[in-house]
């Protein structure tokens, strides 16, 4: 909020730093949450599924939380306001239906859908303030660990192997592509 300049491409490369940061790992834990899970004892094995659900929530917190931090930071407090209660609404009022249902999974739902559409209620509020939203660099930022890691999974790599191997060659990849510089 100390910027006069350039909030709005301070704000971009937070979203794409992060997600630079968080992706390539998280969608390795995707596709190796059983294994993830079972490491607390066998009994949380059954909590994989909301761990994956939870995880899909990633992609949509980040860009929400790059768009919130730059409304705030030009004083847009009835937007700040606007995307908080488009993520805590759903998310209560789903909590009461899907929880008694559902259980931790509908927890996780519950959450998730509320992060999406957070996120695109930030998206509409950064449209009218300008920020551009580099969607083919976030595109690949998170396809290419993506395919990685379920290509890791599919071929039943060792759950710690192919976390790494997906966070390492992510970050070769992007490299090669220049999305890492």
């Not at 759903?90 to 929880?99: A, D, H, S």
């Not at 957070?118 to 939203?133: D, F, K, Y």
């Not at 993506?146 to 790599?157: E, G, M, R």
Request: hydrophobic share 50%; aromatic share 12%; with cysteine.
């Amino acid at each position: 909020s100390g910027l006069r300049d350039y909030r709005k491409r301070v704000a971009w490369n937070t979203i794409r730093f992060s997600a630079l940061i968080l992706l390539p790992f998280t969608c390795s834990l995707i596709f190796y949450s059983e294994e993830i899970m079972e490491l607390f004892g066998q009994n949380y094995i059954n909590g994989s599924v909301s761990l994956e659900i939870l995880l899909l929530s990633i992609l949509p917190m980040v860009v929400l939380s790059g768009i919130n931090t730059l409304v705030y930071s030009y004083g847009n407090y009835r937007d700040v306001l606007t995307i908080g209660l488009a993520v805590s609404i759903p998310r209560t009022l789903l909590y009461f239906v899907l929880v008694p249902l559902y259980g931790g999974t509908g927890a996780a739902v519950g959450y998730t859908v509320g992060t999406i559409i957070g996120c695109l209620v930030s998206l509409q509020i950064a449209r009218t303030t300008g920020m551009q939203i580099f969607w083919k660099e976030l595109g690949i930022i998170f396809i290419v660990p993506t395919a990685v890691a379920f290509t890791l999974a599919y071929f039943q790599v060792n759950f710690v192997l192919g976390i790494i191997v997906t966070t390492l060659l992510s970050y070769l990849i992007l490299l090669k592509v220049h999305i890492v510089t």
